[in-house]
């Protein structure tokens, strides 16, 4: 159980952006009757319950007026083991890497092209998280969710969840299913997967001829730090748009006119498009407007430089959603939930 509750507390320690607003009541669950008794005082006290992880994929823009529920249940376990394919099952609030670390350090493969995902176990099924050719599906056994319509609990296999690129159910039906557990199919004798070049380039440059999962993981938190902010030292929130999908005409229309368009058709026909090809062509990379800004190495981050405010980011957000619309005819999604 275990709840620490605080009124007006200010959530700048657990979002990413380090955007500094408040929260009515804020609570922490240890455990399931943790997460039971913070439903019901939100029930009592009449306020809407917004449940989080590690805050990386939240775009605060004002106070919030809820109770806001970290996720903070630890425990990792392996459910089965046949000598080869393990069943692991980690509690909500475990963070990301240091269960991707954890499951190495056991020489289980699987979750190493997940490394350095910042965030917890609970919220990486919401999006489906994935890099480097990999998404949380390719190793997904299975989640328990607490239904928080009837209160009770409920089993989702794959096909349940519904994953697809930075999407599943639980995203669509935001609000309804808070994920208490996920369960992992790791592999003691591993499939590497080193499609994404860079990842390959890395382990040739550095001599590793036939890589372990611990070499891929060793070698894509090297790719990582190079390009992505660490959110400690500069508030981001990882990718902030989506990489669009648009039709094959458009496509080839923009090829047309850019010859070095990044661009990955899909096996549906649609293309997807590279957002941070994008909008470094549209000369945003590294632009700054007061504390908000686009990372200088990586267009597709936003990041914060200090006091930047969620509004702030978002109306950064807009611009160069609007531009992107007005140079290319495609339409950004934002990545993170806008709150
Ligand atoms: N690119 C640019 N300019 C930029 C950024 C990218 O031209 O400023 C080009 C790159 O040169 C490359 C292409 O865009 O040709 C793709 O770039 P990159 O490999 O860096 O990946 P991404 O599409 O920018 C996606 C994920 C990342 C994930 C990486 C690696 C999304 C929205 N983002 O980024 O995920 O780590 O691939 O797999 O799908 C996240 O979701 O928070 C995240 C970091």
Redesign the pocket.
């Known amino acids: 159980m275990s709840r620490v509750l605080h009124e007006n507390l200010s959530l700048k320690p657990y979002n990413t952006f380090g955007v500094d607003v408040k929260a009515r009541l804020f609570a922490e669950a240890r455990d399931d009757a943790g997460v039971r008794e913070a439903i019901d005082l939100a029930a009592q006290r009449g306020l809407p319950l917004l449940v989080i992880g590690g805050g990386s994929n939240l775009l605060l823009t004002r106070d919030v007026e809820a109770l806001v529920l970290r996720m903070a249940s630890r425990g990792i376990r392996i459910l089965a083991d046949d000598g080869v394919t393990v069943l692991l099952e980690a509690e909500a609030g475990e963070p990301w890497h240091p269960l991707v670390l954890w499951s190495l350090e056991q020489g289980l493969g699987g979750l190493e092209n997940l490394s350095l995902i910042p965030g917890t176990v609970g919220a990486a099924p919401m999006q489906n998280i994935g ?2 050719g990999v998404e949380l599906k390719d190793v997904f056994a299975g989640l328990t969710a607490l239904d928080r319509q009837t209160g009770e609990l409920r089993e989702f296999d794959l096909d349940e969840c519904q994953f697809a690129y ?1 999407d599943s159910l639980f995203k669509r039906e935001a609000g309804r299913w808070l994920i208490l557990r996920v369960r992992f199919k790791l592999s003691r004798s591993p499939l590497l997967h080193l499609d ?1 070049g860079p990842v390959r380039q890395r382990l040739q440059d550095e001599g590793i001829g036939s890589p372990s999962p611990s070499d891929v993981s060793r070698a894509i938190c090297a790719i990582r730090s190079e ?2 902010p660490d959110p400690a030292l500069l508030g981001n929130a ?2 902030f ?3 669009p999908l648009v039709d094959a005409e458009l496509a080839q229309r923009l090829r047309g006119e850019y010859p070095d368009l ?1 661009a990955y058709p899909q096996a549906d026909g649609q293309v997807k498009l ?4 994008l909008i ?1 062509r549209a000369g945003w ?1 590294g632009f700054r407007d007061g504390d908000a800004g686009v990372h200088r190495l ?3 981050v936003l990041v914060n430089y200090g006091a930047a405010t969620g509004h702030q980011l978002h109306g950064l957000a807009q611009r160069i959603q609007a531009d992107i619309v007005a140079k290319f005819g495609v339409a950004l999604e934002m ?1 993170p939930n806008l709150i």
Do not use: D, H, I
């Not at 590279?274 to 090809?277: D, E, I, N, V």
């Open positions: 890099a480097y930075r994404y390009k992505l990882g990718s748009f989506k990489n990044v590279a957002a941070g090809w470094e990379k990586q267009a597709l990545e």
